[in-house]
């Protein structure tokens, strides 16, 4: 199964460095190297999709496709030597050719095709995918700049553009040759032919969409599948000066078109921004998507009738809730089928993940927009609503239930209620939330329709984020479980629970999580000039910063501390550090205050001799997946503090329980199912649960009175106004969580709720650390308990009962 030796690997790379770049290892710079490893990797992953389609075609078997708009892929060249089971000796090929590994793995820019949770989600459920043999392939758009690199300057954030592609464009393989092409706006005429109502849209925009495939290696197989990105491009041959003018008008169109449409990723995390560039991006992969699956699928089977019968397409939150109509279109328009037939299968193929309840995430695009943009698609999203609207009538025969699942409503089109409309599976991702969805917020829908509505628990590779970024505990685990089993079988973790009362155990494990930290550490002081102190502890809170997300809560506790350090130096026993790093959306203004906050307290802290050796904050700049990937083997404690109720699932959570961190939550999204397996005494919970926040919102929350009630909560929120020794007020921050600001309620995520019962466990947290062994036993329980967050266990979960597909 391992295509390489050391020595065949040296020779391969030789030959790569010379037929790309006309150099020997001794002449090419790391970045060509990197570049030849990628291509050398590459080869042997290419080789095997060929076997692989074969057999896909050969079985006729079917195929999931999973869409979404972002697959935060980070660095690939480990994760597939790993995959290929090649790391060691791609090592060392490396050092014999007079290379540093390190820095050939370092030099690959992160592929940042998304924005946090949702985006890392498609990442790792691809990599299951593979490893469990199904047949499978991502879709998304080829950005060419990723999510911006975040610069911190005089503590504010700075975005840059983010230009992966120079390095990162190795591991595509663009296939010019299945380009499809997408039309925008244009006129729809109707005609009569052989008894059939024709309709042909004129004068269109088209887009060339030329798929660039990533491939993809499984673990433990020799099955790949491919991750198919859509670049954008005119359609016009370059010589414009052919064209008469009307054409000449039509190829600029298309010309800057093509060019805006495949530029950028939205930094938008969980948030709905109505804009036309974004409508055109999500309806460019739709279609290119859906004419590159439905023409595959016509070259095997020679008709679309048995479509859903070997396809299945599951769309990651609504951001591709256009496959619906699309498909409609292609069955109705270009295959001939009348609508009950199309809605048919279109209804058996397409099934829909939720990632959210916030309001402001829904997307609801302007009805004059779509009508504008995508005409054929509004006319069939017209009848989908109708036929939609009288189905509900006709079961509720109630007028405020046909409004609150109408499709199209109020000049909008709400993409979830398509999505549920069209899907066969609507499913949320972690037990709480799918109980949100069908309790209160698709209700109506899940009492007509009760079995579509399920729940898959989110998970993350556990190769990627144990076994390949902690080699200390990924070879500890494997000597205390027998071997390589807990890679395919990651349930196998369990059995370092038998280990709870071995003190030479519960000590490795200890020097393991401290070595780690020594190493970050490093990389801290080499990368940013920052000095860690490996003896504190790493208190980390690392995620897109979002108000549900209480970066400020963790800041107001911290700001309680340091005040606590002014009243008495000794109140502070053990070293503690506080580690941050999370991106705010460019327009989004309130977040960025609050990185400014956490920087502006980091250097008070930092300028202050009582806090030397005791308190320390630090903001990590440009948080994304390859430093993720450093700083989860070095944390200890991890903080998922979001208002209960809000965070569908997390999934940073995971990857820190998998990496030994104890963690402080609310019963919010996936730390519930934590808690299932760890139970109170091994994570510290705090704060109002879901349904207690729900009625203390329904009953009237007066944030002042917790104001006046608390000395120590006052004490912090005014030095918010009063700001550190930069000069800069808070006042602002301060003024949204007494007050209310900008159409929002005082303390909207009820942050004073939660201080008192936080600090508690904050104290918890700290007394437990005081206890080494305690520690390290609950550390040990963590991660042994960690195997149902694998991505394995919820991609089996999602072939079962929704795709039902087979598996490994
Ligand atoms: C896992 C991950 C996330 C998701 O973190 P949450 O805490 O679940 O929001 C976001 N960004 C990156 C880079 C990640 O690796």
Redesign the pocket.
Known sequence: MTPFTTQSLESALTAKLMLNFGKTPEEATDQEMMKACALVLRDVMAMRRVEVKKQIRRQQQKQVHYLSLEF?MGRSLMKNAYNLEVLPQLREALEHLGFKAADIFEIEPDAGLGN??LG?LAACYLDSMTTLEIPAAGYSICYELGIFKQKIVEGQQVELPDNWKDLGAAWLLPKPEEAQTVQFGGTLREFWDDGHLHIVNENATSVLAVPCDMVVAGYGTDHVNTLRLWDARSTKPVDMSLFSRGEYLKAAEEEAMAATIAKVLYPEDNHYEGKSLRLKQQYFFVSATVQSIATKHLDTYGTLKNFHEKNVIQINDTHPALVIPELMRIFIDEAGMDWDEAWDITTKSVAYTNHTVLAEALERWPQSLMESLLPRVWQIIQEISARWQQKVEDFYHDSAKTANMAIIWGGEVRMANLCIAGGMAVNGVSGLHSEILKKDVFRDACSMEPWKFQNVTNGIDHRRWLSEINPGLDALVKELTGGDDYLLQPLALQKLDAYADDKAVLERLAAIKRANKEEFALYAKKTRGVILNPDAIFDVQV??LHEY?RQLLNVLHIIALYQKLQDDPNAITHPHTFLFGAKAAPGYAVAKRIIRLINSLADQIDHDPICKDKLQVVFLEN???SL?ERLMPASEVSQQISTAGKEAS????M?FMMNGALTIGTLDGANVEMHDVLGDENMFLFGLHADEVSRVKREGYVPQRLYSRDDTLRRCLDALRHGFRDGVSYDDLYQRLLFGAGGSPADEYLLLADFDSYCQAERRMAETYADPMQWNRMSLHNIARSGIFAADRAVAEYADNIWHVPHK
């Open positions: 935060l946090g949770g890392r995620k897109r997300k948080y994304r997946v993720a997390g999934t940073g959570n990857k």
